[in-house]
């Protein structure tokens, strides 16, 4: 698990979340949780990824 990507897709699937689920909880819309996902989105904001990481119980 080398990226950002890999790990956060990796907990996405151990907790089975939606993507939509994850985009509510954040506040954002869906396709952008896609675009995290397949790399588009090079960048995430402090407060998007602490949202993030609380949703997924990711120790930061």
């Known amino acids: 698990m080398d990226t950002w990507q890999t ?3 990796y907990a996405i ?3 089975a979340v939606t993507k939509l689920a994850l985009a509510k ?3 954002i ?3 952008s ?3 995290w ?9 402090a407060e998007h990824g602490i ?4 949703f997924l119980a990711i120790l930061v």
């Not at 996902?37 to 904001?45: A, G, I, P, R, W």
């Not at 949202?51 to 609380?54: D, G, T």
Request: aromatic share 0%.
């Open 7 to 9: 790990r956060l897709k």
């Open 13 to 15: 699937e151990m907790r």
């Open 25 to 27: 909880h954040v506040g």
């Open 29 to 31: 819309k869906a396709p």
């Open 33 to 35: 949780v896609s675009a």
């Open 37 to 45: 996902l397949s790399s588009k989105s090079k960048t995430m904001s």
């Open 51 to 54: 949202a993030v990481c609380e």
